[in-house]
């Protein structure tokens, strides 16, 4: 495992690489609001990344970095991705990328697949709109994503479930947000998407 400092336009980003021996790809893992990467489903699926043969790196954004829990705005939170994106593109000879994230991370991933050059999506949790407040909801985020895409949720989530669309599919899991009740379904999940989207770009 090999950590990286990151300078952005918003304070240094961190980076942690876990390589698999052979990568075919690299999978950019960022972190919810509140959280850290080492929320377990992020551990999970950084670990059934690495078995499948893909990269992973897990992102800290500058907020996180700087020690506060309150999340940096959308833009600020976007932009500084983007530098990293940039950053580990060349450090793995511009492999293809797939961001994911969960929650917070998972919306991130979704605005800047287009602009990063994403390959896929991997959405943790994601949330489709604040706890009982469905009319407020994020799905137009997840529509826009026009790269294959993968969401697991868990079924008693409270900040809701996820419509399916042309280029996205939901895997419904037991459990709530932090999705660790089925962490073996999370990975199995995680691994055999990655597989199947990665097949033909090798």
Not at 82 to 94: K, N
Not at 99 to 110: E, H, L, M, Y
Not at 162 to 174: D, R, Y
Request: proline share 7%; glycine share 10%; hydrophobic share 45%.
């Amino acid at each position: 495992m090999t950590k990286l400092e990151i300078d952005t336009a918003y304070g240094p980003a961190r980076a942690e690489l876990h390589c698999a021996e052979e990568g075919i790809a690299v999978l950019m893992l960022g972190h919810g609001a509140g959280g850290g990467i080492g929320a377990k489903d992020l551990v999970a699926v950084t670990r059934a990344a690495q078995a499948a043969g893909v990269h992973v790196a897990l992102v800290e954004q500058p907020y996180r970095v700087a020690g506060r829990r309150a999340p940096a705005p959308a833009t600020q939170l976007d932009t500084a991705w983007l530098t990293v994106a940039d950053e580990i593109s060349v450090r793995f000879d511009d492999l293809p990328l797939v961001f994911g994230g969960r929650s917070s991370g998972a919306r991130v991933a979704c605005r800047t697949a287009a602009a990063g050059q994403a390959v896929a999506v991997l959405c943790l949790a994601f949330p489709e709109h604040p706890p009982g407040k469905p009319e407020k909801t994020r799905q137009g985020e997840l529509d826009a994503v026009e790269v294959p895409t993968l969401v697991v949720q868990g079924d008693r989530d409270p900040f809701g479930l996820p419509k399916a669309g042309p280029h996205h599919e939901i895997v419904v899991l037991k459990g709530d947000h932090n999705l660790s009740a089925d962490l073996e379904g999370v990975s199995r999940a995680a691994a055999e998407w990655l597989e199947r989207v990665l097949r033909p770009l090798t």
